[in-house]
């Protein structure tokens, strides 16, 4: 794989942000199970569904790397430094659609509507943040450094 800086590929930056939506979406999706199963309001619940896709976006990164044999401290410098910017794009963006579009915070995870709004807000999540990932990887940062520990 090619590792100098300002020759990230489409196709490296879409799997490092496909990487990063596997996460994301795990951590929405329980996070949305667990705060409808315990009766808590949209506010809280999304909290939860975010706290949980920073920590499953995260946890996938350190497999990986941990895998390789990269010490626990190294590895979550590493994770943090490859994920945050990614992750938080994805958040703001799949967020925001569902804060804007009509009826999805109300949605019930029973409705069709809920799962259309979650699937299409990751869809635009992944479009926003391929970009970013792209930019970031030319320049040796984000998924660049993961790949160094493979």
Do not use: Q
């Not at 979406?25 to 809280?44: D, F, K, S, Y």
């Not at 996938?60 to 590493?78: E, H, K, M, Q, Y």
């Amino acid at each position: 794989m090619n590792h100098d800086h300002g020759k990230a590929s489409w196709a490296m930056a879409a799997r490092a942000t496909l990487h990063c939506l596997t996460g994301c979406a795990i951590g929405e999706v329980l996070g949305m199970v667990i705060g409808t199963a315990l009766g808590w309001g949209n506010l809280p619940t999304m909290i939860l569904a975010i706290v949980l896709a920073f920590v499953f976006g995260y946890a996938l990164t350190l497999r990986g790397i941990l895998s390789a044999g990269v010490d626990p401290r190294t590895a979550v410098r590493v994770a943090l430094a490859a994920d945050t910017l990614s992750i938080a794009v994805m958040e703001l963006i799949d967020n925001g659609v569902i804060l804007l579009w009509p009826g999805a915070m109300d949605a019930r995870l029973s409705e069709r509507l809920f799962w259309i709004a979650l699937a299409i807000s990751l869809a635009i999540a992944f479009v926003v943040t391929t970009p970013v990932n792209k930019w970031m990887i030319g320049r040796g940062k984000g998924h660049a450094v993961v790949h160094r520990y493979h």
